[in-house]
């Protein structure tokens, strides 16, 4: 069946560092691949989505490239900040599929 | 006001009791989802309705029952709850859309229900 793995957490790092966060996936076919993130207390929130092999999401600094042949969708972000603290999941989902399956999350920690 | 609001959002019970979480949508969305959440193992689908009266099972159903009493209501119940149904629940949204555009899903904020 399809799924998700993500590199465990927490990750820490400090503020203006470079971050990324890995993500694989298996499917069959062409998913569409997103990013969610949860910051303390809150529901999840849509980062970034790719719908299309080589695709590139982008929201609020962070990217994620869409890589067919690895079957990757790692979240990068140049320079980190503390407010950027939260739980980060990545997403797959598949035509013909009614929802979403998620990654188990990764805690990102940045320190000031 | 959010979007999707779910309630209760923190509910302890004991073993045996029945519970009910209930949720609510502004967004004018036909499909409505319920999610759990356990640590390392991200969001799993228990329930999920694409209208009022289409509702389906997803991943890990058992032990969970849920109603859609209008568009924008969707509640879902533990009939009998066990202490491994401990864990936070959300409900989220999402519209129709083309699945090419990859249509976005809105969570709510989650209820933590503990079993003891």
């Known amino acids: 069946g399809d799924s998700v793995t993500q590199m465990e957490g927490p990750v820490t790092l400090s503020e203006e560092a470079f971050l990324t966060i890995n993500c694989t996936y298996t499917?069959?076919?062409?998913?569409?691949l997103f990013w969610y993130v949860q910051y303390p207390g809150e529901g999840l929130q849509l980062l970034l989505k790719a719908t299309k092999a080589d695709d590139k999401g982008s929201n609020k600094g962070f990217e994620a490239t869409y890589r067919k042949e690895t079957t990757s969708f790692h979240l990068e972000k140049g320079s980190v900040q503390v407010s950027d603290s939260a739980v980060y999941f990545c997403?797959?989902?598949?035509?013909?599929?009614?929802?979403?399956?998620f990654g188990s999350g990764t805690r990102l920690q940045v320190q000031p | 006001d959010a979007d999707v609001t779910q309630t209760p959002r923190n509910r302890i019970t004991k073993t045996g009791k029945r519970i009910m979480l209930e949720c609510s949508q502004t967004k004018g969305h036909d499909r409505m989802y319920w999610y759990r959440q356990d640590p390392g193992l991200g969001l799993r689908l228990i329930y999920y309705s694409f209208d009022v009266k289409d509702i389906n099972k997803g991943e890990i159903s058992d032990g969970y029952s849920v109603s859609r009493q209008a568009q924008a209501k969707f509640s879902l119940s533990l009939e009998s709850a066990i202490p491994n149904q401990t864990a936070l629940y959300f409900c989220?949204?999402?519209?129709?859309?083309?699945?090419?555009?990859?249509?976005?899903?809105?969570f709510g904020e989650g209820s933590w229900l503990t079993v003891v």
């Open positions: 499917a069959t076919g062409y998913p569409s």
């Open positions: 997403a797959l989902k598949k035509a013909g599929r009614r929802a979403l399956t």
């Open positions: 989220a949204t999402s519209d129709g859309g083309d699945f090419h555009s990859g249509n976005t899903i809105y």
